[in-house]
């Protein structure tokens, strides 16, 4: 679905690369201060371009009515909202396949713990913020100024998952302390907000 | 109902006033910090309110979830605006106490960073009460503010992890306060509780009032002959 407009990934691998550049800028980082704040600026660059994702969508879906067509099918609610999580989630995995190689190459990152480690953090962490993201973007359809609402809604939420991720891949990076409660954490706010979201979207998908 | 209103505001106010007496000229010095620590009479009785009104919330959408019913929304909604009111008033009071006595305003402590989290959370919930367009505002709002109340605990221990050095424990620690300070932050506490139950009543009242109007004025659009406009 996405590919068929290129618009959205290509503005948004050329907004993560702007993240890299302009930081790169501002920070001028040596190789041991850049495994302290690349955690930060690898997930603030995947947040913001996947916020760029999330609100499109549902927006097409508005175009044609085709969410009214969703509405009356008979098609359980949750299948539809998984399938758009699904997708989402690629979507964003693979903007952040392109952009880590990016970031090791201008950074100089090497990670000093367990590099394998990096993989459930990036897994579980796009997963929070793509099922949260997801079912906001829903939410936010029916209001005014919706492109400004998702991130208002997303970002409080996601607070927990955002500090998981950041403090998860900043502790691989430096190899000082252990990230397992980090991916224990994503994990379980992973599990928590997946439910939540299966159990509630019937209820927002049919409020017209 | 109508005439028991002003009653209790002025009963509450009344109160509100001994209270003040009481915490601002009744209850002791405290030894280290001096009378900074009079604030700790407002603060604390305001986080305690806030989160109660927080809880009633939760409570309170769930059961419009389930029931659909129109005053379980007035409750929660009332509830958010009140809480995000008292909450603002802690983070407020807060900042104000730890500049004199731990020489800064804020540090990004578990209780200090999950109040300021949960404000944003509840601050985010009354956006999107304010633009939401449709007529099913009610659910999206009762859905994010289950949302919200499920994120508290892991806010809660992602930040206690995040920052282990804890500043000197807020209320020293638990057993160590004056008997007489407890009795001021008390019926602190009942007054503080009394204003909010005064302001929900109000706020509730005029929601309440707000859409009889609407649903009239609906009505009374509907009713009009068709030819006299």
């Known amino acids: 679905m996405e590919w068929r407009s290129k618009d959205a990934i290509n503005s948004m691998l050329f907004f993560a690369l702007l993240v890299v550049v302009v930081f790169s800028f501002s920070f001028d980082p040596n190789a041991e201060e850049s495994r302290q704040i690349a955690g930060g600026l690898v997930w603030v660059a995947f947040l913001f371009a996947a916020v760029v994702a999330l609100n499109q969508t549902w927006a097409r879906e508005l175009r044609n009515q085709v969410l009214d067509a969703y509405r009356v099918s008979p098609a359980p609610a949750n299948s539809l909202f998984m399938a758009k999580v699904l997708g989402n989630f690629i979507f964003v995995a693979v903007l952040e396949g392109l952009m880590t190689p990016l970031f090791i190459m201008f950074y100089q990152l090497r990670a000093l713990g367990p590099a394998w480690q990096l993989i459930p953090v990036g897994a579980l962490g796009t997963w929070a913020l793509v099922v949260n993201g997801t079912f906001f973007a829903a939410m936010s359809l029916r209001t005014r100024s919706r492109e400004i609402m998702l991130p208002l809604l997303l970002f409080p939420i996601s607070i927990p998952a955002l500090l998981a991720m950041v403090s998860g891949t900043t502790a691989i990076l430096t190899g000082e302390l252990s990230a397992r409660f980090w991916i224990i954490l994503l994990a379980s706010y992973d599990v928590v907000f997946t439910i939540a979201c299966l159990l509630l979207f019937e209820s927002v998908l049919q409020a017209e | 109902m109508k005439r028991a209103f002003p009653i209790l505001a002025v009963l509450i106010l009344a109160f509100l006033g001994y209270t003040a007496y009481e915490a601002l000229v009744v209850a002791p010095t405290e030894q280290t910090m001096g009378n900074v620590q009079r604030i ?19 409570v309170a959408s769930i059961v419009y979830l389930i029931r659909r019913n129109p005053a379980a929304d007035m409750i929660a909604l009332v509830s958010a605006e009140v809480g995000v009111v008292f909450c ?16 800064i305003w804020w540090t990004w402590d578990v209780r200090l960073t999950s109040t300021l989290v949960l404000w944003l959370i509840y601050l985010s919930y009354l956006m999107l009460r304010r633009f939401s367009t449709s007529g099913q505002t009610p659910v999206l709002a009762a859905a994010l503010a289950i949302f919200g109340a499920l994120d508290v605990p892991l806010v809660y221990f992602s930040i206690r992890i995040f920052r282990t050095q804890h500043p000197q424990p807020v209320i020293g620690g638990g057993g160590s306060i004056d008997p007489r300070m407890l009795h001021v932050l008390l019926i602190n506490w009942a007054a503080f509780l009394g204003l909010a139950t005064l302001f929900c009543w109000a706020r509730y009242r005029l929601e309440y009032m707000r859409r009889e109007i609407e649903e009239t004025q609906a009505l009374e659009a509907l009713l009009e002959p068709r030819g006299s406009r």
């Open chain 2, 88 to 103: 603002t008033v802690v983070l407020v009071t807060g900042p104000l106490w730890a500049r004199p006595v731990w020489g």
């Open chain 2, 40 to 58: 700790f009479y407002y603060h604390v009785p305001s986080a305690w309110t806030a989160f109660l009104l927080f809880l009633i919330n939760f």
